[in-house]
């Protein structure tokens, strides 16, 4: 009787970790997209709206802590990868909600923590407002998206159903919205600076971590799904 063959180490792979303030929203949005990517098969993406927090300090927080709890994990496992990216998606919000003071502090803190903080003045909803135009309209609150979205979505609102009919709507629009999203001007400054992160006016930076998704995938099918070529 032959020896049985070893099987060869099971290889750990990519890892990335996105850490969400909303519960619904854009967790939902991110699994979407990660889905018709196909990115299961070689990427791991851990989506993250459930930290308990929303703050902005709290959220960076919970992905430094994450993160530092991968890496010991990974430590510890040969089929395990430590994250390589974590990614802290917030909102700014409307001037009256108190964390305008925090934001800054909160990206310095993610940067400093290797760390990539992606932020949305005033809200996520910006991100979907470019998959229809090149400029979002001035609005100064996630509440003040809602009218444009229901015109192009029809129903929208924060619960699980509107949040993936919302997805769902906005997937086969991905390369105008990442072309209107590279064409924006409320950035500036070094990489190392907050201002390099924070929107100067009603805009986002959800196009960088999209774009960082759909470099990461080799599914051609998925991609044209999302009207993405490569």
Known sequence: MSARRSRPPRQARRAILIVCEGAETEPRYFKAL????????????????????????????????????????????????AFE??????????????RQRA?????????????????????FEVWYLLHDRPTPPGVASSRDCTPHLRALIGDYDKHRAAASQAAEWALPR????????????V??????????????????AVHRLVQTLVDMSSDAAGKRTLGVEG
């Open 34 to 81: 990660t889905h018709r990517l196909g990115l299961a098969a070689t990427v791991e993406v851990q989506i993250r709206g459930d930290t308990g927090y929303t703050d902005p300090a709290g959220l960076v927080r919970a992905a430094t802590e994450l993160k530092a709890a991968r890496a010991r994990e990974a430590r510890a496992s040969n089929v395990v990868a």
């Open 85 to 98: 990216e974590v990614w802290v998606v917030f909102d700014i919000e409307h001037p009256g909600n108190g």
């Open 174 to 185: 991905t390369q105008q919205a990442l072309t209107h999203g590279h064409r924006q001007h």
């Open 103 to 123: 934001i800054a502090p909160a990206v310095q803190t993610a940067l400093n923590s290797a760390c990539k903080p992606v932020l949305s003045r005033p809200s």
């Open 187 to 204: 950035f500036s400054g070094p990489e190392t600076s907050p201002a390099a992160h924070v929107p100067a006016a009603v805009g986002t």
